[in-house]
């Protein structure tokens, strides 16, 4: 890592009433003298200064703090200035920071300091860009008890027991058994065996998990001309989807993004499926059964009772207006024409989110990252437990590959491919 002064604008481009500029070096208490026209000032405290170039014209009148190291976003010296958020005023301020030798920073960059300074581990930067592409409120906690370190702290712990298991098994070889503390060899293959059984349980809610970063997958599913789009159409609340009485009106999936109960949902609209001659039509049929397999609630559409009732989602019978019998309790009546039935259809959507959301609210989160070290950490404890035959030569190594597979989530054990990846996705101001 580099040791440039690097500044960006860390609040979002464009014309705004306020912007925010940040700056982070190793010794920038000159600039912010420079800045406020003191020769003393007090760290984390505010100033409001009229800031002008070397000509002395007035740039803008701004507010301006200054975060002493390692007591900052990076652990370095931290300037922020709140100035107007006009592009030409941006523009100068750059200006004025490039004349003091600093560089625009690239993606991620301050993230990348504050983690090579010890103020954040990777699981933090994986929460910190989950939080800044939050669109609902499940997002934005998730994201938050990732940031806040959450996570940090299981992995941790994850990591410390299997150090002290490899430690343990380790010395199995080097000492008598007098000088170990008693069963040894057989406390640490329990506690190995329920470090697995907690590892692999938190992986059992990938599913849950991505339906929070990602959004939740529901998909209208059901023959030609039964009213999916009407349904889709009142669900997101805008003629998103054609209507028609014609069949086979909806020849492609059709989605919109939306917020149900705080979770983002990805709602789709898809082709009825029926034997078609039609090309189009035929691919759009592909196309649904696609959405079926990646859905994780699939909301069945008839218009009258179906033979068998499918347990995998939520059976609707729309145009329920031209039905005499609505008395069938594990089935949805809607009609669009009367304006009935989704609000008891919206309450069958929430119930099942939260069956499958439930589980991974107090666990972590995960990500494709994170999901692979952890498969690969679960391998190792395995190949721990079954292959060590008692030579706990084999057992300790394989243990510690675990730990090392953990070390590389938080960043401990990393590499530069691991790193760039995961701080590319930031913004310039992070």
């Known amino acids: 890592m580099n040791n440039d002064t690097i500044f960006a604008l860390s609040s979002a481009p464009g014309k705004s009433g306020v912007a925010v ?15 406020i026209k003191k020769d003393k000032f007090d760290a984390r405290h505010t100033y409001f200064t009229n800031l002008c170039d070397d000509n002395g014209d007035l740039i803008d009148q701004c507010v301006v703090v200054f975060f002493a190291a390692p007591q900052s976003f990076t652990g370095e010296d931290v300037i922020e200035i709140y100035s107007h958020g006009a592009p030409a005023v941006i523009d ?38 989950a939080l800044l592409n939050a669109q609902t409120d499940k997002q934005r906690q998730s994201a938050l008890k990732s940031l806040t370190g959450h996570d940090s702290k299981i992995y941790n712990n994850w990591r410390n027991q299997m150090i002290e298991i490899s430690a343990y098994a380790a010395a199995i070889l080097d000492y008598a058994d007098d000088e170990l ?14 470090l697995l059984s907690e590892i692999q349980s938190s992986i059992l809610n990938i599913r849950a998990s991505r339906a929070i970063q990602n959004g939740f997958n529901i998909v209208l599913v059901g023959e030609t001309n039964v009213g999916k789009s009407s349904i889709f159409n009142k669900l997101v609340g805008s003629n998103r989807a054609i209507v028609s009485d014609i069949a086979g009106t909806t020849r492609d999936v ?35 059964h696609d959405e ?29 207006d031209l039905l005499k019998n609505k008395t069938n309790k594990n089935v949805i009546y809607t009609s669009v024409k009367t304006d009935t039935g989704f609000d008891k259809l919206l309450d069958a959507i929430k119930n099942k989110m939260h069956e499958l959301m439930g589980a991974s609210e107090s666990k972590i989160a ?47 054990i990393t590499t530069n491919e691991i790193a760039d990846i995961t701080f590319s996705q930031l913004c310039l101001g992070k």
């Open 21 to 35: 500029i940040r700056v982070s070096g190793d010794d920038l208490s000159k600039l912010f003298k420079r800045i």
């Open 92 to 129: 100068k301020m750059f200006e004025f920071l490039r004349g003091f030798g600093a560089r625009i920073a690239q993606r991620g960059e301050f993230s990348r300091r504050a983690f090579y300074n010890n103020k954040m581990d990777l699981t933090d930067v994986d929460g910190l860009i």
């Open 181 to 194: 503390p008693a069963n040894i060899d057989k406390k640490i293959i329990d506690k190995t065996k329920k």
């Open 254 to 288: 059709v989605s919109m993004q939306i917020d149900i109960d705080g979770y983002l949902v990805n709602l789709s609209d898809t082709a009825g499926i029926r034997d078609s001659n039609d090309t189009i039509e035929k691919i759009g049929i592909e196309r649904t």
């Open 292 to 320: 079926i397999k990646n859905a994780d609630l699939i909301l069945y559409v008839y218009n009258e009772l179906p033979k068998k009732i499918k347990s995998d989602g939520i059976t609707i019978i729309n145009k329920s």
């Open 366 to 412: 995960i990500n494709e990252r994170t999901y692979e070290l952890l498969n690969d950490t679960i391998n190792e404890l395995e190949n721990a437990i079954n292959k060590y035959d008692g030579n706990y030569d084999i057992f300790a190594e394989h243990v510690r590959r675990a730990s090392d597979c953990v070390g590389k989530i938080l960043g401990v």
